[in-house]
């Protein structure tokens, strides 16, 4: 009796314990903290316009562990100047200088487009070369790996152009006299830039074309567009956009 007395017990036991781990529910694998952390950014990149460079990313949107991310709180932007061959040191102590610490609830100091955003730099040196990295950290504290680096040397920019615009019942005419190539450097053409009200002016070509007269069809009637064109120049090999123009506005002449 004594024996089946302990048997018994042992099965309540066991009983016991299997419908504890039923409540509990499943569990799936473990996830080490250091992939819970935002996945490092890839597309950090660094270009010219005039005097300024415009550094661009996007947001991340997975964890390091490919889960959606949660809590993203921000972006720390970091510059350092590349120093000549036999001196450089990137792994030094204060090579790299904080930019910018961007709080995603009041994004001062960068530009937002969606997710993509955009911080402008204009304490550089021509004939130097800079390097850019960024982490980005989450509400607890959590930080990314670093991103890619972004690297580009300041160069001599050509002259922005000077433009009018000549609408038409059909379309608005722009055209500029030629820009020079700035010194070390060669002319690749114009980009055209068009917005409408308070909206961002966009490139209305991919890549810069030679001619100085530009035909914009398909607008709207009673709409009032804004315009400006860039030069565009390969300089010491880094390609370089100039300022933008004056603006020039029109709209349709003309009615329906």
Do not use: H
Not at 103 to 122: A, I, K, M, W
Not at 169 to 176: A, H, P, Q, R, S
Not at 180 to 195: E, I, T
């Amino acid at each position: 009796m004594k024996r089946i007395g302990k048997i018994t017990r042992y099965l309540l036991f066991v009983a016991a314990m299997t419908a504890a781990v039923a409540a509990c529910g499943k569990k799936g694998p473990l996830i080490p903290p250091e992939a819970m952390v935002p996945a490092a950014i890839k597309d950090l990149r660094v270009t010219q316009q005039g005097e300024r460079f415009l550094v661009t990313w996007s947001q991340p949107s997975r964890e390091e562990a490919g889960r959606p991310l949660q809590g993203l709180a921000g972006f720390r932007l970091f510059r350092r100047e590349v120093l000549p061959a036999g001196e450089d040191c990137e792994e030094c102590t204060g090579a790299y200088r904080l930019l910018v610490n961007v709080d995603l609830e009041y994004p001062q100091g960068v530009v937002r487009n969606g997710s993509l955003f955009s911080f402008t730099d204009v304490d550089l040196e021509t004939g130097k070369t800079y390097q850019y990295k960024i982490v980005s950290f989450k509400t607890d504290g959590a930080e990314s790996k670093q991103s890619n680096l972004a690297r580009r040397k300041k160069v001599t920019p050509p002259l922005p152009p000077v433009i009018a615009a000549t609408p038409s019942e059909t379309e608005i005419t722009l055209t500029w006299q030629p820009v020079a190539a700035p010194p070390k450097g060669s002319l690749l053409g114009y980009l055209v830039y068009r917005g409408t009200g308070d909206s961002p002016l966009l490139s209305l070509r991919k890549k810069p074309f030679p001619e100085t007269v530009f035909e914009d069809l398909g607008l709207e009637r009673g709409v009032k567009y804004r315009y400006t064109v860039t030069a565009v120049a390969q300089v010491e090999g880094e390609t370089v956009e100039s300022d933008p123009s004056a603006a020039a506005t029109g709209e349709l002449s003309g009615r329906e």
